[in-house]
């Protein structure tokens, strides 16, 4: 009796802590996806009381809709520009500040960590001085290696200005998963890379056979946080820089969201956007997985 009493009240402590988690994840995330499937099969402004109900018809649109490719391949764009840049800066940075020993260490991690807590309001306007073509930096910049003026407009052409939008996501993105890389490389035993050395082998070769594979986990996790977040957030860095444009060349499937249910009043259409990211998320995500699967390295 004492036994079962003990495990009661143990199963009702553990509960206590799981049990307002799990509601708050309901309110709100389970019922706000149950609630845009719902709306996504109605055809609604969003501010009527007037729901016409067309079942897939918004799902069929969207098949014969060019933009929505356009927003989902620019998604993906941005999704492999920043996992490639992000990924590439922020290891090199987390290996440079912990194998190389500098002596200032500390303070370059809080420089470029400044970034993250920077709001996104901010990063936007400041990328949109950077790149304004009158009095920005970038063009003043490039005016020093020229005979005239150099007067580019970095967000106005539909061919380039998607890949505008990469610097100011890529830098915003460095520190904290530089950060995340210089734990788990701390995590690493000093005895491995000293051993290593013994054998000769050399700072890449220690970063192949040691670095990298002790710290695949994590690389592992962050490269589906950047996908995930790229996917549900790119939105906020367009509305910022671009709002979609030039003729909806940079919409990304969020943008293009907002676009419909909150400009266009075509709300049933947005909120069928919202399954399509849904849907595209978890896929991406369970490819992402199966190809970056790999035997876990314990560190004993």
């Known amino acids: 009796m004492k036994l079962g009493t003990t495990k009661w009240q143990r199963n009702l402590f553990i509960a206590t802590f799981i049990l307002p988690t799990f509601l708050f994840f309901c309110l709100f995330t389970i019922y706000p996806v149950v609630q845009a499937m719902y709306y996504s099969l109605f055809d609604w402004s969003g501010s009527s009381d007037h729901k016409k109900f067309i079942g897939l018809d918004n799902f069929k649109e969207m098949i014969h809709d060019p933009i929505i490719w356009n927003s989902m391949g620019n998604d993906y764009f941005l999704v492999v520009?920043?996992?490639?840049?992000?990924?590439?800066?922020?290891t090199f940075f987390a290996i440079a500040l912990t194998r190389f020993r500098f002596k200032l260490s500390s303070f370059f991690r809080s420089i470029f960590f400044i970034p993250n807590v920077i709001s996104v309001v901010v990063i936007g306007v400041?990328?949109?001085?950077?790149?304004?073509?009158?009095?920005?930096?970038?063009?003043?910049?490039?005016?020093l290696f020229t005979k005239d003026?150099?007067?580019?407009?970095?967000?106005?052409?539909t061919s380039h200005t998607i890949w505008m939008l990469l610097p100011p996501a890529i830098w915003a993105g460095i520190g904290f998963y530089m950060i995340l890389m210089i734990a788990a490389i701390q995590s690493i035993p000093e005895s491995y890379y000293e051993a290593s050395g013994l054998e000769g082998a050399g700072q890449w070769t220690q970063f192949r056979y040691i670095t990298l594979?002790?710290?695949?986990?994590?690389?592992?996790?962050?490269?589906?946080?950047?996908?995930?977040?790229?996917?549900?957030?790119?939105?906020?860095?367009?509305?910022?820089?671009?709002s979609g444009g030039p003729d909806n060349s940079t919409q990304v499937m969020g943008s293009y969201l907002y676009q419909m249910a909150f400009t266009q009043y075509h709300f049933g259409y947005g909120a069928a956007i919202g399954v399509l990211i849904l849907i595209v998320s978890l896929i991406t995500t369970i490819v992402l997985q199966r190809l970056m699967h790999q035997e876990t390295i314990e560190i004993s």
């Open 149 to 157: 003026k150099v007067d580019i407009t970095w967000l106005g052409f």
């Open 81 to 90: 520009g920043k996992i490639i840049g992000i990924m590439i800066l922020a």
């Open 213 to 242: 594979p002790l710290i695949w986990e994590q690389m592992k996790v962050s490269i589906l946080n950047i996908m995930m977040t790229t996917l549900n957030g790119s939105f906020v860095i367009v509305m910022l820089m671009t």
């Open 126 to 143: 400041l990328w949109n001085f950077i790149y304004n073509p009158q009095i920005g930096f970038l063009n003043s910049f490039l005016s």
